[in-house]
């Protein structure tokens, strides 16, 4: 089975200071990991993805993630935040070896960026 | 760019009533999805389909169905509708079939049963 967990509800960190939102994941075989973005009102955005190859993946607005295997995890970071980057944040999984399966998805981290 | 859109994005209805939530894509993608999204909770499926006229069931099917008659097109119905059907629904899709391709989302259609 493929689970994701996302530990923290609610992050809160300064504009200008760097932000982490925390994943991590569960598969039997490897993964290939997501982030999106939701803002109020509207739909989930894709941010990034890792597939393969260097663990640290750039994605839009400026965030990154790093994957690490031996913690199964899949943190996302931003250097800067911005209030802008206030919204609610989704980490995504899929095995590898599970074929055509849908995204098994976190239950959200909501960032609040504070001027 | 993958367009996704859903009839509505705002939809109250009573108790009891048949409710038809529709979603439609412009890129030919072979796969659909419907979720619910409930604080706290974050988003759980509750049917896919990977060709017209086929449909899977998700984590969550119970009270709801799906039509796919076309591909590009698959709609969520509520057969009777229940105030624990309120929710924020998201269709989404993806292709080609498998592998590391992401899903995209459509802007959601808030639903209110009273």
């Known amino acids: 089975a493929q689970s994701v967990a996302q530990p923290e509800d609610q992050v809160n960190v300064a504009e200008g200071n760097p932000l982490t939102v925390k994943c991590t994941y569960s598969v039997s075989g490897n993964p290939y990991l997501f982030w999106y973005v939701q803002y109020p009102n509207r739909g989930l955005q894709f941010l990034l993805k890792?597939?393969?190859?260097?663990?640290l993946v750039k994605g839009s607005y400026g965030f990154e993630a790093e994957f690490n295997k031996s913690q199964t995890s899949f943190h996302l970071k931003k250097p800067s935040a911005l209030v802008s980057d206030s919204a609610l944040y989704f980490c995504a999984v899929r095995d590898r070896n599970s074929g055509n399966t849908p995204l098994v998805f976190g239950k959200g981290t909501r960032l609040s960026v504070i001027a | 760019d993958v367009k996704v859109t859903q009839s509505s994005r705002y939809l109250v209805k009573r108790t009891g009533e048949k409710v038809f939530l529709e979603c439609v894509q412009d890129?030919?993608?072979?796969?659909m999805f419907w979720y619910r999204q409930d604080p706290g909770l974050g988003l759980r499926l509750i049917y896919f389909s990977y060709d017209v006229k086929m449909k899977e069931k998700g984590d969550i099917p119970e009270g709801y169905s799906v039509s796919r008659e076309k591909k590009e097109r698959f709609s969520l119905i509520l057969e009777s509708a229940s105030t624990n059907q309120t929710s924020m629904y998201l269709c989404a899709t993806s292709s080609p079939p498998g592998g590391p391709v992401e899903q995209y989302f459509g802007p959601g259609t808030r639903l209110t049963v009273t």
């Open positions: 890792y597939i393969t190859g260097d663990n």
């Open positions: 890129m030919d993608h072979e796969n």
